[in-house]
């Protein structure tokens, strides 16, 4: 599957099937955001939210990949992200853009 973040792909001939997406909502446990917390007051990454924002795209990539292969998508175009706090330790990532298929 191609993912690409153009709205168009030149040179080729396609028709749209419709907007997919895919989601998730990851969260830390207490013991692991405490130890950000102290990681905040002193400075530097916070690798443990790192991780788990990559591992949330991940996810709710492959899910937005696997609604386009059900409704029989070549490729997604005009790919975007989203991400929102559900609460202090929770976020959710969104991923959308639009199916389309090879002539």
Request: hydrophobic share 45%; with cysteine.
């Amino acid at each position: 599957m191609k993912l690409v973040t153009v709205e168009t792909l030149q040179g080729c001939n396609y028709e749209e099937i419709g907007i997919v997406s895919g989601s998730t909502i990851q969260a830390k446990n207490m013991f692991a955001d405490l130890g950000q917390q102290l990681k905040g007051i002193v400075g530097g990454e916070l690798g443990s939210y790192t991780g788990m924002m990559e591992k949330a795209r991940e996810i709710a990539t492959q899910r937005m990949v696997n609604n386009a292969v059900r409704l029989g998508a070549d490729a997604i175009l005009g790919v975007r992200f989203t991400t929102n706090s559900i609460m202090a330790q929770a976020a959710e990532v969104l991923v959308f853009g639009t199916a389309v298929k090879y002539k």
